[in-house]
């Protein structure tokens, strides 16, 4: 069975070439466009892991980390940081939100897989 994913991220490009990457590695992927929008598919559903962006409009990456962890369902699902932000402070408050990674924008496709598959459970 295909391991799944949920993707959210503002931008349309960034969505487009994560989702393509993960899906021709077999993915099943769910994408959210902020992070408001993607707290629709924490409703019960199995997801293998979480990638999100921390710049996002409506609710940021590190509010949505938060309010991923309140939810007993989604308490130790791994996540995954994608961002342009590489300060070690942002990395601090990110870890401390719930973050389980952190991964660079631009991204080498091989490094998002890598570090998927070093989390994934």
Known sequence: MAKTVLIVDDSESIREVVSFTLQNEGYDVLVGVDGEDALKFLDGRHIDIIITDLHMPNLDGLGFIRKIREIETYKHIPILFLTTES????????????????????????????????VIR
């Open 87 to 118: 300060q070690t402070e942002k990395k601090m408050e990110a870890k401390e939100a719930g973050a389980t990674g952190w991964i660079i924008k631009p991204f080498v496709p091989a490094k998002l897989l890598a570090a998927i598959s070093r």
